[in-house]
C-alpha cells in the first residue's frame, strides 16, 4: 500500500482486498491509493519531498482501475447452534414431560373404561335378570263318589326263600343203629345210658348244623368218648337248646368255641373216633344246655 495523500483517507476495502483494484464503493479512487503490485515502488531511501512529488498520469484511470467483481457464494446451509448442558437438561425434561403425559392419559383411558364398565354390568345384568319366580297354583280335583274305583293289575311276582329255623343233622331218612335210654354196653368204655341217638349214614357223610347258633364246646380231652366232637347252642322258641355231634373224623371239623354257624353250615365228617364200634354220628339234644333228651322225639315235635 502506497503513501497517504495529505487530507485523505485510506481505503479500508483496498486494505481487505489487496489482491483485487483498488475500488471503494463510498469514496472516489485517488491516485495516492495504490495497491497494485505493478506499481512502480519508491525507494527505500527516497526523501520525503519526492515521496510527496506528484507522480506523472500517463493512461486514464478508467483504464487503470479493475472492475470489482465478485466470485459466486454458495447458500449458507443453517445450522443448530451447539446445545450447553442446560439446554441438554431442559431437552431432556420436555421428553419426560411429554412421556409422563401419555402415560397419564393411558392409564386415564384404562380407568374410564373400568369405570364404565363397572356401571354397564351390573345395568345389563339388572336388564337381563329372571323374571320373578311366581309360586304356581296348586290344581284341586274333586272326585264324586259314583266314580268306580280303579283296578290295578300286578304283573310282577316274587318269593322270598327262608330257611328252615331247624333241620335234620344228616338226611332225614338215615337210619338209626342205636336210641336213646338204656342199653347194654356195646364196647369197653361205652355207656350203659345212651344219652343220645347214632345214626348210619355211612363213612365220610357230611353232618350240618341242624339250627343257627354258637359254638360252645369242642373236642375236649376229658370227654375222648365222644372223640372229634363240637358242641352247638341255639335259642329255638324261645329256650335254650344245644345240639352235639360225636366221632366225626379228624381233621374234618375245623370250628372252634366262639364260632357263629348257620343252620344247615357243614361242621365235619362222620367217622369213628372216640369210643365207638364203627362208622356212625352219635347226636344229643340238651334242653336247657344239660339236660339230654329223645332227640327224635324232639326233632319231630319241633318239625312237625
Known sequence: MGPRRPGSRPCREAIHLRSKSCVCPSVRPLPACRSDPEEPRLPK????ASVRAPHPITEPIAA???PYVTEPVAPATPSLPALNGRSVRNL??????????RNVAVVAAGFAALLVGAVAVPAYAQATAPPAYVAPVLQQFAASESLPSP???RTD???????????????????????????????AGCSSLHEGVDFDPGYGATVHAIAAGVVVETNNPGYAALGVHVAIEHVIDGQTIVSAYGHMQTGSMHLKVGDIVHVGEPIGLVGSTGASTGAHLHFEIRQGGTTP??????????LG
Open 293 to 302: 333228651v329223645d332227640p327224635i322225639a324232639w326233632m319231630r315235635a319241633h
Open 151 to 153: 283296578v290295578v293289575e
Open 45 to 48: 531511501h527516497s526523501s520525503r
Open 64 to 66: 487503470r482501475v479493475r
Open 157 to 187: 311276582s316274587y318269593s322270598v326263600t327262608v330257611p328252615p329255623p331247624l333241620q335234620w343233622p344228616v338226611g332225614a331218612g338215615t337210619p338209626i343203629s342205636d336210641g336213646f335210654g338204656p342199653r347194654v354196653s356195646p364196647c
Open 92 to 101: 431432556r425434561h420436555v421428553r419426560t414431560v411429554r412421556l409422563l403425559r
